[in-house]
DNA sequence: AATGAAAATGATAGCGCTAACATTTGTCAA
DNA sequence: TTGACAAATGTTAGCGCTATCATTTTCATT
């Protein structure tokens, strides 16, 4: 019970015990059996994080922030993938429940509503991550799509095109609600055209981003710029319209979004929507392990917000 | 007991106490607790999976492929990122293995002493991955770094350039060995200079390829082409050599390693060494799910090969 | 030195499964 | 119908920890 206490929380044993404790653990190389202590203890050090895609560099760089708080720490993230789907995510959800996790981090606000009831339920704790908004389980981190791509819009109407149109591929929850952001400012600026927003199911590539251009301009030649619903889509694009000979940024705009850090580096650099990403994790994660120590946060909903960064692909009124 | 069994082994227990347990597990809702089952047995369905990046597309894909084989199947994957530090593969290494796990899978082939003597006397399967060599410990899925790289450099050589050469970031060994094969065939060739190898500690980035595209020619101005370490800073450095008015493939020729999607995107289209990274996830983990249950493969090393893909920026001789 | 309270350590039971073996039930040939 | 054997089911113990409570030690205070 002592060497118990010891390995857990060593300030409950006398220092000289300890010691004693520590010499014999590192001599026989002993390690705790974390499926007895699980057992034992009714809980675990998991943390469940669940994200709809492994490859998107979005998630990638909010794991790489989770990942970098757990090391270190006693927590073991357990990473699943949904692929988008709703009900892999339920199946994921009830498989990382079972294991009586100590908290769970997922994407977003649209779960089914089986996986709402078994969240509600669920003794653990629970932080949403990559948006904002109301009636969070527990804990929530992200922004606002909505708001990010009307800020990237009104960015288009002031550069001075008037005639925006919106690319966008696998229309997930988040890309909805940046293409109704679009439509939004668009409309209300009276630029709104259905016959400029170009979507479909695939998964977003960068040669997918030079064929929606080219079936945008085949469908509505006077486009005069475009707002995409990731970089990937802004970097085929700006590819795409290179090859055509359009000029960027006086003939054409082109905006991206989440400003991958390619955008700078592109030729010419392309003007995105900065999104923070790898703060979102650290934070989600630094967020769950206070939490789990028991320093509860002051709001339940924190916005780390976007930043529009204007570049030489929407120009067009003078500037760098 | 009747219980445990028709759920791990339906077909050891009648129809009829099937049918019957089902109905009640169903009504229940139960879900074993794999903690309990992980004690008694002294064994789990958790298998690890230690890569160096989890922001690097070569890993992401390999590990869509992994979760994708892994999906559906009674196998837990649990993720370790060890940040291309061998201490950190380490620390993972025996806090995976202190959970029991059925199997482990990591990357390439430079494990510290320490690693490998605790890989070595592991009760459970090993599977290294990205890289092909000798003496795997049991098995091993991936192809020769340094042959890719030596069909790459010939490549450069057959379109015509002279005088190629080499950019990387953060040299991991298998970097290294591609550097290694770029100067095999080179010095073969009488056309290796060292003062056209530009390397940096830094984590490569698409920005990257072009300082380092920038560095190489104020070094070495007389360099015809490059060879680079990977696609971002291939990227890079098709950027850069536009800003600076260069004409490609006329003047200075880019080949890029992995061919991510984006290389046949560009413009022009990047010449990259398409490297199966899906398929070593697939096929790594399929190859993982067959040895754990007894079906044993015939070799102890599969190598997935390369293939060189010409494209624009290396077409100096008549080429699309 | 005696006292009491806090700190440190120890004893006990049990978490929910499964391995191993024991027993019961079913099946088929003689 | 019986016996022999296989298939199905049941019994028992224990995996390696931790919660809980009991006991012992420590130490400041009188």
Same mark, same amino acid.
């Given at each position: 019970m002592t060497v118990s206490r010891a390995l857990r929380d060593p300030d409950k044993v006398s220092v000289k015990t300890l010691n004693k404790i520590m010499?014999?653990?590192? +001599?026989?190389?002993?390690?705790?059996?974390?499926? !007895?202590? !699980?057992?034992?203890?009714?809980?675990?050090?998991?943390?469940?994080?669940i994200v709809p895609s492994? #490859?998107?560099?979005?998630?990638?760089?909010?794991?790489?922030?989770?990942?970098?708080? !757990? /090391?270190?720490?006693?927590?073991?993230?357990?990473?699943?993938?949904?692929?988008?789907?709703?009900? /892999?995510?339920?199946?994921?959800? +009830?498989t990382f429940l079972s294991q009586k996790p100590a908290g769970l981090i997922l994407s977003g606000l649209d779960q089914s509503e089986v996986t709402a009831s078994l969240l509600k339920s669920a003794d653990c704790r629970i932080l949403q991550i990559m948006e904002c908004g109301p009636d969070p389980y527990d804990m929530m981190i992200g922004f606002s799509h909505v708001e990010a791509s009307m800020a990237a819009t009104r960015h288009l109407l002031e550069a001075g095109y008037r005639k925006p149109g919106y690319i966008a591929a696998r229309l997930d929850p988040r890309s909805q609600r940046r293409l109704q952001g679009f439509q939004n400012v668009a409309e209300e600026a009276g630029v709104f055209s259905a016959s400029r927003v170009v979507t479909t199911p695939r998964p977003s590539t960068v040669t997918l981003g030079g064929e929606l251009v080219a079936d945008l301009l085949s469908k509505a030649p006077e486009t005069d710029a475009i707002l995409c619903n990731n970089d990937d889509l802004a970097l085929g694009a700006l590819f795409e319209c290179q090859r055509r000979g359009l000029k960027i940024p006086e003939e054409f705009g082109i905006c991206g979004f989440n400003d991958l850090e390619m955008m700078a580096a592109a030729n010419p650099?392309? #003007?995105?929507?900065? #999104?923070?990403?790898?703060?979102?994790?650290?934070?989600?994660?630094?967020?769950?392990?206070? !939490?789990?120590?028991?320093? /509860?946060?002051? /709001?339940?909903?924190?916005?780390?917000?976007?930043?529009?960064?204007?570049?030489?692909?929407?120009?067009?009124?003078?500037?760098?």
């Open positions: 010499a014999v653990v590192d +001599r026989l190389g002993y390690v705790p059996d974390p499926a !007895a202590s !699980a057992l034992a203890a009714g809980k675990t050090n998991v943390i469940g994080v492994v #490859t998107n560099n979005v998630f990638s760089d909010v794991m790489r922030g989770i990942y970098e708080q !757990a /090391e270190g720490s006693k927590w073991q993230i357990q990473l699943g993938n949904s692929r988008y789907s709703p009900i /892999e995510e339920e199946n994921l959800v +009830r650099s392309i #003007t995105s929507v900065r #999104t923070f990403r790898l703060d979102m994790g650290r934070e989600a994660m630094r967020w769950m392990r206070n !939490a789990l120590s028991g320093i /509860e946060p002051e /709001e339940q909903v924190i916005d780390l917000s976007y930043q529009v960064i204007p570049r030489q692909s929407t120009a067009r009124r003078a500037r760098g």
